[in-house]
C-alpha cells in the first residue's frame, strides 16, 4: 500500500454511500441510523484500544525515564487542550460549520448547494479526518480512515437521499483537505523517533475515545480542543527523553 491509500477509500466511501442514497431514497428509518452509528461508535472504542498499545511497547518505555510514559501523554493533553482551548478551536468548527450552513441553506440555493457544502463540512471538518490522515501519512496504519469511511459512507447515504448528487461531489474537497494531512504525516514520519511517534499515536488513542464517547451520546468531549496534543506529544516526549 501506499500513503494516501485510507484517503482513496474514504473518497470511494463517500461517493458510493452517496449513490447509494440516491437510489433508495427515504428508506432508511432512524432505528437503523442509531443503530449503524452505535456499532460505528463501538467500533471506534475498539480502534482508540488498539491506538493505546504502542504505550506498553518497549521501545516507548526504555526511552524515557521511568514513570514518564503516561505523563507525557497526560501532559501532551493538558498542554494541547490549553492551547486548543484558547484558540477555541471547536467553537470555531462549529461555527464555520454553522455559517456555511445558514449561507447556504436559503430557499433560493438548490439542493445541489447545500448537499455540497453539508457534507463537505460533515466529511472533513472533524478530528478522526486529521488523526486517520496523518496515521496514514506516517505508514502507521489506515485503519482509522477506513472507520471514517464506514462513518462516511452511512452518513453519505442519508445525506443523498434528500439532497441529491452534491453530497457525492463534497468528496472533492475531503480529498484535497486529507491529502494535505496525510503529506504532513508523510514528513512527520522522515523526522521523528520511533519513541515520539508512540507518543502521537497513544495520544490519538485518547482522541479516538473522546470520538467514540460522541458517537455513542456518553459524552460530548471537545475533541478539537485536543488536537494540539498531537503536535505537543511528540515534542514532550523529545524533552522527556533528553533527561533519560
Do not use: C
Not at 121 to 128: E, K, V
Not at 162 to 173: H, M, N, R
Amino acid at each position: 500500500m501506499f500513503p494516501g491509500i485510507g484517503t482513496v477509500i474514504n473518497i470511494v466511501a463517500i461517493i458510493a454511500g452517496a449513490s447509494l442514497g440516491i437510489l433508495i431514497g427515504q428508506r432508511i428509518n432512524t432505528k437503523v441510523r442509531t443503530l449503524l452509528t452505535d456499532v460505528l461508535g463501538l467500533a471506534t472504542l475498539l480502534g482508540a484500544a488498539s491506538a493505546l498499545i504502542p504505550m506498553w511497547s518497549q521501545r516507548y518505555i526504555t526511552s524515557l525515564p521511568q514513570g514518564w510514559t503516561l505523563l507525557v501523554v497526560l501532559g501532551a493533553l493538558l498542554i494541547g487542550g490549553l492551547i486548543g482551548s484558547a484558540l477555541q478551536l471547536e467553537d470555531r468548527l462549529d461555527r464555520l460549520g454553522e455559517n456555511l450552513r445558514q449561507r447556504f441553506r436559503a430557499s433560493k440555493e438548490s439542493p445541489f448547494v447545500e448537499g455540497f457544502v453539508t457534507a463537505s463540512l460533515l466529511f472533513a471538518i472533524g478530528p478522526l479526518a486529521i488523526l486517520g490522515s496523518i496515521s496514514d501519512g506516517m505508514s502507521n496504519g489506515i485503519d482509522q480512515l477506513v472507520l471514517k469511511s464506514s462513518l462516511d459512507f452511512f452518513a453519505a447515504m442519508a445525506f443523498a437521499s434528500s439532497l441529491g448528487w452534491g453530497v457525492a461531489v463534497a468528496a472533492l474537497p475531503v480529498a484535497l483537505y486529507q491529502g494535505f494531512w496525510t503529506l504532513i504525516g508523510f514528513g512527520l514520519g522522515e523526522i521523528l523517533q520511533g519513541y515520539q511517534v508512540d507518543a502521537m499515536t497513544v495520544v490519538g488513542g485518547v482522541l479516538l475515545l473522546g470520538i467514540g464517547m460522541r458517537l455513542l451520546n456518553f459524552k460530548q468531549v471537545a475533541v478539537g480542543n485536543l488536537l494540539p496534543a498531537l503536535a505537543v506529544a511528540p515534542l514532550l516526549a523529545l524533552l522527556v527523553h533528553s533527561f533519560n
